[in-house]
């Protein structure tokens, strides 16, 4: 072929070694290494660096000639980046790079490839849904072999080589071409074999996957039959354009007019590709107006998502989760290799837990972050696992994947013959209704933030907490129990220590606050969580503040957060 020609003429590339000096703040959070977009594009080898310190992070034995999987949600500065990767790639013997066509592969279908390939990790870039854009933000992610988030002990690892970083490698002359689909090869020097780059499909992998987990026949008559469910689908003009059109249009015959910014933008449209009732009003607007059945909108990576019923009914992530749990028989996957156990982040309400009761399976009760229930689903310990933060997966793949759980929803409904309301309030019939919501204080002067939890832990601490009560209105909530989260992964024994501070009361009624690890360098956010719980189904059609207003008059009171942070509010109610 013509490449090949092109390439046989050509001289060997040059590996080039650059001096560097190292970055104190390249320590990755929760999701990977989030920065402003300035700091990557403006600070000189900031990129650079952190791209070496991941490579630097794989054993050298292991880096000679490995696959590695790269994709980005489209943001903007992700095109260049991604050539970086590719030159430093190379030049630090990685065999082989899998790369998404145009630079664009979502979350779970980076995790997908990893797994079908069994390549030796991945690259993501995303800021998951932080804005896009100039002035937005950037991250760059770090999957490992089992197609899941970095565990604590490589990111440590990761960051320690940050840290004396004296110089990287890199081919800067080697350039690829993203829109081209295929292999391209090139000869390196001092190489014996060449690197290769390969562009695939960027939906192709993920699709196949699906198609082996649901039974798209009964979603395809859901959406085209006489009674056909009317979708309204928002990609938010992120990464999962592609795959809505392909996956929910082509293939299970949702009209091409059901789904809406399905066009990656580097800015994602100018709002945060955020899929809560904050930032995802144009999809609320329009369910609300009653023409639809079933609504969903996905983050920017696309490993997050909302669901709406008719009329804009609202499903709160921490329902989803239980609900997908008590109705997995209807999808292929689960009748063929059985439900194993459930997951949940500590700070997402125990609805999953009232079903895994139910069921007679094992609940575990992890920190927050997708990473800790890689060990489980991999001993295989778990089959579903969620977080209140809008995200749900299985073990299908080792993230959590947001179209896998709007086809999870699809596959009930058909099953079912119910709309989502129904299903949801049959639900809470069924289990009874935990009523869930979250406060975010975002943009907090981090010293001011560390104090306010510190004092905070010294008072629920206090051997008299335990047997506090406290009374709002006619309500008298009293402590059970108080402490700081701490989680032994029952896998290999390894202790994550300050998971966030609880505070349980004898009706099962829960706070929780929790500083949270994944914003890009722009102050820190402090998150309360409240959550009651209401047996009776007369009692659960109340509005979900007024439940939770005692409990979080009281969250107010003990963390006088309003005081020590200047603020009259939260930012985001969720």
């Keep these: 072929t013509y490449f090949f020609t092109q390439r046989m003429e050509t001289s060997p590339i040059p590996v080039v070694t650059v001096q560097t000096a190292p970055?104190?703040?390249?320590?990755?959070?929760?999701?990977?290494?989030?920065?402003?977009?300035?700091?990557?594009?403006?600070?000189?080898?900031?990129?650079?660096?952190?791209?070496?310190?991941?490579?630097?992070?794989?054993?050298?034995?292991?880096?000679?000639?490995?696959?590695?999987?790269?994709?980005?949600?489209?943001?903007?500065?992700?095109?260049?980046?991604?050539?970086?990767?590719?030159?430093?790639?190379?030049?630090?013997?990685?065999?082989?790079?899998?790369?998404?066509?145009?630079?664009?592969?979502?979350?779970?279908?980076?995790?997908?490839?990893?797994?079908?390939?069994?390549?030796?990790?991945?690259?993501?870039?995303?800021?998951?849904?932080?804005?896009?854009?100039?002035?937005?933000?950037?991250?760059?992610k770090f999957n490992v072999a089992n197609g899941g988030p970095s565990p604590d002990t490589v990111m440590e690892r990761i960051y320690q080589v940050s840290r004396t970083l004296e110089e990287y490698a890199i081919c800067p002359d080697l350039r690829i071409d993203l829109s081209r689909l295929g292999r391209q090869e090139f000869d390196l020097e001092n190489k014996f074999k060449p690197f290769r780059v390969e562009i695939v499909d960027s939906v192709e992998v993920y699709l196949q996957m699906l198609r082996n987990i649901f039974d798209f026949t009964a979603i395809k008559s859901l959406l085209t039959g006489p009674d056909q469910l009317k979708i309204h689908i928002d990609a938010m003009n992120g990464v999962m354009g592609p795959y809505v059109r392909r996956i929910l249009c082509d293939e299970l015959g949702a009209p091409a007019n059901s789904a809406v910014n399905c066009v990656p933008l580097e800015d994602f449209g100018g709002r945060p590709p955020e899929p809560n009732l904050t930032y995802a009003t144009s999809l609320v607007e329009s369910m609300k107006g009653g023409d639809?059945?079933?609504?969903?909108?996905?983050?920017?990576?696309?490993?997050?998502?909302?669901?709406?019923?008719?009329?804009?009914?609202?499903?709160?992530?921490?329902?989803?989760?239980?609900?997908?749990?008590?109705?997995?028989?209807?999808?292929?996957?689960?009748?063929?290799?059985?439900?194993?156990?459930?997951?949940?982040?500590?700070?997402?309400?125990?609805?999953?837990?009232?079903?895994?009761?139910?069921?007679?399976?094992?609940?575990?009760?992890?920190?927050?972050?997708?990473?800790?229930?890689?060990?489980?689903?991999?001993?295989?310990?778990?089959?579903?696992?969620?977080?209140?933060?809008?995200?749900?997966?299985?073990?299908?793949?080792?993230?959590?994947?947001?179209?896998?759980?709007?086809?999870?929803?699809?596959?009930?409904?058909?099953?079912?013959?119910?709309?989502?309301?129904?299903?949801?309030?049959?639900?809470?019939?069924?289990?009874?209704?935990?009523?869930?919501?979250?406060?975010?204080?975002?943009?907090?002067?981090?010293?001011?933030?560390?104090?306010?939890?510190?004092?905070?832990?010294?008072?629920?601490?206090?051997?008299?907490?335990?047997?506090?009560?406290?009374?709002?209105?006619?309500?008298?909530?009293?402590?059970?129990?108080?402490?700081?989260?701490?989680?032994?992964?029952?896998v290999d024994g390894t202790v994550a220590r300050n998971q966030g501070l609880r505070i349980i009361f004898n009706d099962a009624s829960r706070l929780v606050f929790r500083m949270s690890g994944s914003g890009g360098g722009m102050g820190t956010t402090i998150r309360i969580y409240a959550e009651s719980f209401e047996r009776d189904p007369e009692r659960h059609n109340r509005e979900t503040q007024v439940v939770l207003g005692p409990l979080i008059a009281i969250a107010l009171k003990i963390s006088n957060i309003h005081e020590r942070t200047g603020r009259r509010g939260p930012n985001v109610i969720t």
């Design 23 to 140: 970055f104190e703040d390249q320590r990755p959070g929760t999701n990977g290494l989030r920065r402003k977009t300035a700091v990557f594009e403006g600070k000189k080898n900031y990129l650079q660096n952190y791209i070496q310190s991941v490579l630097s992070s794989i054993d050298l034995r292991d880096r000679q000639g490995c696959t590695m999987v790269v994709g980005s949600d489209g943001r903007y500065f992700s095109r260049a980046a991604i050539e970086v990767i590719v030159q430093m790639a190379a030049a630090n013997g990685i065999g082989r790079l899998v790369i998404g066509h145009s630079g664009l592969l979502s979350t779970p279908a980076v995790s997908c490839i990893i797994r079908k390939i069994k390549a030796i990790g991945g690259i993501i870039l995303t800021a998951s849904h932080n804005p896009g854009g100039p002035g937005g933000d950037f991250g760059i």
């Design 292 to 490: 639809f059945g079933f609504g969903a909108a996905f983050d920017a990576d696309g490993d997050r998502y909302m669901i709406l019923g008719e009329n804009g009914f609202f499903v709160n992530p921490s329902d989803s989760v239980a609900i997908m749990g008590a109705n997995l028989s209807t999808i292929p996957y689960f009748r063929q290799y059985g439900v194993k156990g459930f997951a949940r982040s500590m700070a997402t309400s125990a609805a999953l837990d009232r079903v895994a009761k139910a069921m007679k399976l094992a609940l575990y009760e992890t920190p927050t972050g997708w990473r800790y229930f890689g060990n489980l689903m991999d001993s295989g310990r778990c089959s579903v696992c969620g977080e209140e933060s809008f995200g749900t997966g299985s073990d299908h793949i080792r993230e959590k994947d947001g179209l896998w759980s709007v086809l999870v929803w699809l596959s009930i409904m058909a099953a079912k013959k119910q709309g989502v309301e129904q299903i949801v309030r049959e639900h809470w019939a069924r289990f009874g209704r935990n009523y869930f919501c979250r406060f975010d204080y975002e943009g907090l002067d981090p010293r001011a933030a560390f104090y306010l939890m510190r004092d905070l832990e010294a008072v629920i601490s206090d051997k008299a907490f335990t047997s506090q009560k406290f009374a709002v209105g006619d309500h008298m909530y009293s402590v059970e129990k108080a402490d700081n989260f701490e989680y032994i992964d029952p």
